[in-house]
């Protein structure tokens, strides 16, 4: 009689880590993300990385020699992007990664891991963590654009809530 407690208290300790096991060996998980744009899963460090003490974010174009008439409207529309931004603005920078021209965006040399014309998201410590392809057409552009700031807006409550 006294042994029927026991047992059932073992039972109830072990039973959700059996299930646990069970939900990831057999991919109960779902594999849904919030972000929009592409985790990047190799560490790239910007060398000589310098910010503002109030910027907790970059939004980086990456802009090689070669890159022309790609990286001009991505440019273009990164500054909408920024515009969008509103009054979280101060919050973030914008930065570029070559040798495009560019008045009141950061200049930082061009890193060979980066794709051209894509954006790409950086936090303050200088490490590139999300990545927007360029696309070619206005509006998977526009979706792709409400998708970044989308994410640099989350990015940017969570630094406030941390």
């Not at 990385?49 to 991505?74: E, F, K, R």
């Amino acid at each position: 009689m006294k042994l029927k407690p026991m047992w059932m208290f073992v039972i109830c300790c072990i039973t959700p880590f059996i299930l646990a096991y069970a939900a990831i060996q057999t991919n109960w998980l779902p594999d849904n993300t919030t972000n929009k744009g592409h985790l990047l899963s190799n560490d790239i460090q910007v060398p000589n990385w310098q910010v503002n003490d109030n910027t907790l974010w970059s939004i980086g174009l990456s802009a090689p020699v070669d890159c022309g008439l790609i990286c001009t409207q991505q440019n273009q529309r990164l500054q909408n992007v920024y515009q969008a931004l509103g009054k979280k603005q101060h919050k973030v920078s914008l930065v570029i990664f070559g040798e495009a021209e560019s008045n009141n965006m950061t200049q930082y040399p061009a890193l060979p891991e980066l794709q051209a014309g894509w954006l790409y998201l950086v936090d303050h410590h200088g490490l590139v963590v999300l990545a927007y392809p360029y696309e070619e057409s206005d509006q998977k552009s526009r979706v792709l654009h409400k998708g970044l700031l989308s994410d640099l807006k989350k990015l940017l409550n969570y630094a406030r809530s941390s």
